[in-house]
């Protein structure tokens, strides 16, 4: 099983920790404790409005407050409305399209929801629909290959809404639960990549049916309050029904994950924590705050 807590250690190590230790000098803070413990909140990017919403907690409690429940409980306050129910297999095929700028890890993530859907029986059909770089689509295949699904590919510089087509339609035919899409990051100008991913989701919607097709959005924890601001201008035109979340385990900045909830209002339904397939879970709330203190 992936081990979230480890995979967590950047911020385990460089928010967590600084903030028990600042703690355990308690019960009463000091007001420069108080100004440490605002720093690393908005250090690991939590965004400024929990951090406003936390101190202003911090501030009213009791002198005699048990801090790391405390914190437990702030976070999962501020965390548990981005969970969401399992959309459920009620509509099959189901298409996913996954959008973000290049090397936020949507190839990656792919091949990572794909093996998470095998591995409960699915049957999974990738759509290599990033046909802008001729190397996305080996990538791509290179994952299908290994994980042992089938994948739809055209040759690069297609048409990238017509391998979705043909994908939704081999889905169908071959009784898949999920086709999975992977796209572009960057076109030739911002407008044709919004245009494009636009179309592909027309498309899916006309093979199979508007509610079988969800998009998610990859966000890279790496850039943290900068992913906040790129993740705005594919939502505004593109409705995203859940984020994915990746390279957790490579920073110290994991209070993303509730600025996201804070300020774009998108469940986070996906985290990533590594380069293999296994380096992979649904969200959860209590599982990423127990992580992340225990
Ligand atoms: N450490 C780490 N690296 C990741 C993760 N997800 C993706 N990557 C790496 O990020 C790089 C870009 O990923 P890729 O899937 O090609 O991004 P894309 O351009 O959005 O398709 C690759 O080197 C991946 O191995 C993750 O969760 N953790
Ligand atoms: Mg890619």
Redesign the pocket.
């Known amino acids: 099983m992936f081990d979230l807590k480890s995979k967590l250690r950047k911020t385990r190590e460089g928010f967590v920790a600084p903030l028990k230790k600042i703690f355990n000098r308690g019960p009463a803070l000091s007001e420069e404790d108080k100004e440490a413990v605002e720093a690393l909140l908005i250090g690991a990017d939590v965004g400024v409005e929990a951090c406003d919403r936390i101190m202003e907690r911090l501030r009213e409690s009791s002198v005699d407050i048990e801090h790391q429940s405390f914190l437990r409980e702030e976070l999962l306050e501020l965390l548990s409305e981005s969970e969401h129910p399992p959309t459920g297999d009620v509509v099959r095929p189901k298409a996913v399209i996954v959008i973000?700028?290049?090397?936020?890890?949507?190839?990656?993530?792919i091949a990572k929801l794909a093996y998470h859907h095998k591995q409960q029986g699915k049957k999974v059909i990738l759509a290599a629909s990033?046909t802008f770089r001729a190397a996305?689509t080996e990538?791509l295949s290179i994952w299908a290959d290994r994980l042992g699904v089938d994948i739809i590919s055209h040759k690069s510089g297609g048409d990238p809404a017509a391998v979705a087509f043909d994908a939704c339609n081999a889905a169908k035919a071959r009784d898949g639960d999920y086709v999975i899409i992977?796209t572009a990051?960057r076109l030739h100008t911002k407008v044709n990549l919004i245009e494009e991913l636009k179309k592909i989701k027309r498309v899916c919607e006309k093979v199979l049916a508007p509610e079988a097709v969800e998009t998610y959005l990859?966000l890279d924890a790496t850039l943290g309050q900068n992913s906040l601001q790129q993740a705005r201008e594919f939502t505004r035109n593109l409705g995203t029904a859940g984020i994915i979340l990746?390279?957790?385990?490579?920073t110290a900045k994991g209070g993303i994950v509730v600025a996201i909830k804070q300020s774009l209002g998108i469940p986070v339904k996906y985290i990533?924590?590594?380069?293999t397939v296994e380096?992979f879970a649904e969200f959860s709330a209590e599982e990423f705050v127990d992580a992340l203190l225990e």
């Open positions: 973000g700028v290049n090397g936020t890890g949507k190839t990656t993530s990033d996305a990538q992977d990051g990859v990746t390279k957790l385990d490579s990533g924590a590594g380069e380096d």
